[in-house]
């Protein structure tokens, strides 16, 4: 299996603003997925984040909005641009390892 | 596209009794990979069980066992011996057998389970 985190934890954000999440992963991975989980709502794929070229977005989710970095195969960072209140959500990473997804615990955002 | 359906919103269950939760999918793929994961109050994704949609025997792991019916596109969770630490949100999901952005998981809305005492 794979352990991974996530930082911040949580954090609450002025709308305009930018936040960056960091997502690391203790053991060398191919893929690294980056999900939004709005509030008692299901998860839901933003984009696929890969190492050395640009990331994958989901239908709906652009680079400007959503901007992922992937430097090396155990890192990644998931920057929420000009917030509004409808960012307000948890974005979860996680990794594929093997045939399995193993989730980091989640950044939970609130947007005023 | 993949589609995951829960059709339970809430369960609920004593403790030490056993409960089904339901999944159902829709898919063209013949080879692909079901998933049930758990999400406790915590929110970190747990990952319960998986199935292969190429064996034909039902996963099973300690009291977590799947009922899999690949033409019925159906893929239940059993719980027995319920405990009062299996309360937490579980969702159901897909992902196709192949490599690079088949990667990715599809996921249903979730049922959330709750425990009785």
């Known amino acids: 299996s794979a352990v991974i985190s996530q930082k911040p934890s949580r954090d609450i954000c002025q709308r305009g603003t930018s936040l960056t999440i960091q997502c690391q992963v203790d053991?060398?991975?191919?893929?690294m997925f980056w999900y939004r989980q709005q509030p008692g709502q299901s998860l839901t794929l933003i984009a696929t984040a890969n190492q050395g070229s640009e990331a994958t977005y989901e239908s709906g989710f652009v680079i400007d909005k959503f901007p992922i970095s992937r430097p090396n195969l155990t890192f990644s960072t998931l920057t929420v641009s000009n917030m509004s209140p409808e960012d307000s959500s948890i974005y979860l990473c996680?990794?594929?390892?093997?045939?399995?997804?193993?989730f980091g615990p989640g950044t939970r955002l609130t947007v005023l | 596209a993949q589609t995951v359906t829960q059709s339970q919103p809430e369960m609920s269950v004593q403790e030490a009794e056993t409960v089904t939760l339901s999944c159902t999918y829709d898919?063209?793929?013949?080879?692909?990979?079901l998933f049930w994961y758990k999400q406790p109050p915590s929110r970190q994704m747990i990952l319960v069980i998986r199935q292969e949609a190429y064996k034909q025997q039902n996963a099973t792991e300690n009291r977590f066992s799947v009922n899999f019916q690949k033409a019925a596109k159906s893929f239940s969770l059993k719980i027995s011996d319920s405990q009062l630490g299996d309360a937490a949100m579980y969702f159901c999901a897909y992902r196709s057998a192949g490599g690079g952005s088949n990667y990715k998981l599809t996921f249903g809305k979730g049922t959330l389970l709750t425990v009785n005492p």
């Open positions: 053991s060398q991975v191919t893929m």
């Open positions: 996680s990794a594929g390892f093997l045939d399995e997804q193993f």
């Open positions: 898919t063209s793929e013949s080879d692909y990979y």
